[in-house]
Every structure is written in C-alpha cells, then in structure tokens.
C-alpha cells in the first residue's frame, strides 16, 4: 500500500516504534463485522444463517465474521436483523453504558448510514428518544431506510443543517453524538480512494469544519449534557487539538483520556472518540408553539399491540403513531424542522380501504395479530425483494393484505387481489440482483 510521504512523516511522530507494526496491518485484510437488532434476533438464531466467529470485546451484540457473505442476498439483512457495521466505531457503546443518562434525548448529528444510530437505538432505554440527522437529502434518504428496517419507532430521522438544529431546540439534547466529517486516514486499508484524496489542506479544512458544526449545534446540548466526538482519523488537529479548542470556546471538560483505536492494536480501522461534558449554566428556554395536528382514534389503532401508548396522528389520508411520552417533541421537532420519519408511518386511507405503509411491517410496535403471515422461503423472499410478482403462493393466502415473512421476520406486504398478488416492497428499496 503506497502512504503519502507526508502523512508518513506525521504519522511516525504520533506513533514511533509503533509504525513498522502499524504500517504492516495496513496491508492486511480488513476485519468483517456485524451488529445484531437485540429487539428482532439473538445469535442463535443469525447464526444458522452467518458464520459467527468471534464476538466483539467492547459491543454486546458485535460480532466478527471469517469472510465477507453477501449480505444483498440474506433477507434477514433486509428485515432489519442486524447491521454492517465496521468494529471500531462500535466502542461507542463503552460511552453509552457507562455515561449516558438513562431515559435520554439522543441526537446523533451526522448519522447517515445508520450504523451508530442503529447501535444507539438498541442502546437506550424504550422510553428515550433518538433522533438521528442527515443534512444531505440523499443519504438521510438512505438513513431513514435503515432505521425504518431497525424497528424502533422512538427513533426519528430528520434533514437539517446543524446550525438549524442548534437554534430551533436549545437546550434540548441530554447527549449529542457527532461522528463528524474528517480526512478519513482510518480508513486507508478498508478505503485505497481516501489515501489519494489526503492532503495536509484536507486536514486543516475538516479541523475547520468539525468546529464549525460543533459550534453551530452546541445551543442545543443541555446543560450538563454530553457531546460524544469522533473522527476515524489519527491526526491531533482533527482530534485532540479540536477538543482542546472545544473546552476552551465553550468552557467545557473531558469525560476521561480520549480513546484512540489503531488497526495495529485491535481487530478493526482506526477511530477516535473521546466524551465532553457542557457545564451547568443556567438557562430560559423559550418554545415557540405551533399548530397540534390532528389526532383521534385511528382506523389502524388495532394493528399495533399496545395502541395505548401511541398518539395517532392524521395528515390528511395518512397517519402515524407518534410515542405519547413523545408528542410534545414531535410537535417541536415538527414545528421547525424537516421530518423524513417519526413514530410509525401506519399507512393511508382510500375510501374505506386500509393501506398499510411498508414502515409498519418493519416495527416492533405491529401487533402480531394485525395481518394474516406468509411465511416463504429464501428464494421466494428474494423474489419479494426484487419487487417481483409471486404468483406461487396465491392459492395459500386469503385475500387482502398479507404480512411476508422469513423465518418469522417481517419483510413487507403484498395484496392478494384473487388473480395475481401485488408486490407492496417499496420500489426505490427492491435489491437488484439474480
């Protein structure tokens, strides 16, 4: 692997007589990692499915696999069963077990794809809330399918800028997780294009940009709250000169030692984390209300096992359930915002036909007795993911909605109209392989 003279030279001066043996895990194979949902499997049941070799020392649910499957083609990875996730960044959980308060307001500001967001929300406690940001319209798109495939429905996805975020919910966050853009040196082994694109500038313009974004989202930290800081970077400007900077602009002060993983000294890519804490200060929040919604007794209330602890909300034909311990976030949130999901996307109503949104199949909030099952096999289940028709199973379903399942896991549903079965996987999800 060709390293960039510079970096070299930086690199021996963080590590000294680390480097030969750094260098030398650069040129071997990146570990394969998963993270299992807790809520949807256990590893006993993945494990008929993926070769589970060992688990991961700092994650519960992490685990190591020999070689790299394709995931494309299991559909327990498509019903949310568990996450690829790359080992280091899942220290995060040493932060959650041994700082976080317990229920919490979570923001995890640059969450796209999921893989942090996913971690927290099987994390934290059922009565705490997440909310994960994405500020490119794309990728939260991606996000947003992630977590609707997680199940949880006190995890929400919004798209904002983080200085919209700092202005419109001060003081709101018992913690923000900031996995903030950087140079991505850790990266070099599991991605040869991030060593092309490095460059002592590149350096100094994510240092830049991280404190901007720290700065811009610091209103909406509590005070006493915790901001978690990460790069998968090595350098200290993008590290631990930022986090002096951090402690210095805001009178802030470090949980402990920030942690710095090296490929050379744990099985997975480099990382860094570290914890800050905001310091008490008093302060006077001033909510602007907006408008309430509409929400009374819903036409899906009977689809979701305990409809009690939800607030059904209706706009125009389509409704959603918001958590109840929830509702008057969701109206902040909503208020000043862009939602892209919250609570559980129940579905619409076309005259009196009820149409379920595919967010409610992927929930762990649907009651079992909601739809009747189909339970398929793994060719039929990629058949479905794929968007196909499944003209085989006709004469077996009853007509209407029908839940598809594989191997007890919801993948979506399908409208059985007596001649054919309409494939209900929403179109811009179906995989595209044989």
């Known amino acids: 692997m060709y390293l960039p003279e510079t970096f070299i030279i930086r690199a021996k001066e963080l590590l000294g007589d680390e480097m030969a043996a750094f260098e030398k895990a650069l040129t071997e194979e990146s570990p394969v990692s998963i993270r299992l949902n807790p809520r949807k499997i256990n590893a006993d049941s993945l494990s008929e499915t993926l070769p589970l070799s060992e688990s991961i020392p700092w994650a519960v649910d992490g685990y190591y696999l020999d070689n790299r499957p394709s995931f494309t083609s299991d559909p327990l990875f498509h019903a949310g ?36 967001s996913t971690h927290l929300s099987a994390l934290l406690e059922d009565e705490s809330l997440l909310i994960a940001n994405e500020v490119i319209r794309s990728r939260a798109n991606i996000l947003s399918e992630n977590l609707i495939k997680w199940g949880n429905p006190n995890t929400w996805v919004i798209c904002n800028d983080p200085a919209e975020i700092g202005k419109s919910l001060p003081a709101f966050f018992d913690v923000i997780v900031a996995d903030l853009p950087c140079s991505g040196e850790g990266m070099f082994r599991k991605n040869p294009a991030a060593i092309a694109e490095w460059s002592i500038n590149n350096v100094q313009l994510c240092a830049e940009r991280q404190r901007r974004i720290v700065a811009d989202v610091w209103p909406a930290l509590k005070p006493g709250g915790i901001l978690i800081y990460s790069t ?55 909510i602007v209300k907006g408008k309430t919604g509409t929400f009374h007794a819903s036409p899906f209330a009977d689809c979701l096992s305990f409809p009690e602890n939800y607030i059904f909300v209706s706009d125009n034909s389509r409704w959603i359930a918001v958590p109840a311990n929830h509702y008057s976030d969701y109206l902040r949130v909503k208020n000043s915002l862009r939602i892209l999901s919250a609570g559980v996307a129940l579905g619409e109503m076309k005259g009196r036909d009820r149409i379920p949104a595919h967010d409610l199949a992927m929930s762990n909030a649907l009651s079992e007795a909601a739809f009747p099952r189909r339970e398929v096999d793994k060719e039929t289940a990629l058949s479905y993911l794929r968007k196909e028709a499944l003209r085989n199973i006709l004469p077996e379903i009853p007509k209407g909605y029908v839940l598809i399942t594989y191997k007890g896991h919801p993948l979506g549903f399908i409208k059985n109209i007596g001649t054919r079965a309409n494939n209900l996987y929403p179109q811009e999800w179906r995989i595209r392989m044989k």
Request: with cysteine.
């Open 81 to 116: 069963c568990y996450y690829v996730q790359e080992a280091s960044s899942m220290i995060l959980e040493y932060f959650v077990r041994n700082y976080f308060p317990q229920p919490a307001k979570v923001l995890d500001l640059c969450a796209a794809p999921g893989g942090k």
């Open 232 to 286: 998968c970077t090595y350098n200290r400007e993008e590290n631990e000169e930022n986090l002096d900077w951090i402690c210095c602009e805001f009178d802030a002060e470090l949980l402990e030692e920030p942690r710095r993983l090296m490929p050379h000294k744990i099985k997975g890519e480099g990382f860094f984390i570290a914890g800050i804490r905001k310091k008490e200060k008093p302060f006077t929040d001033r």
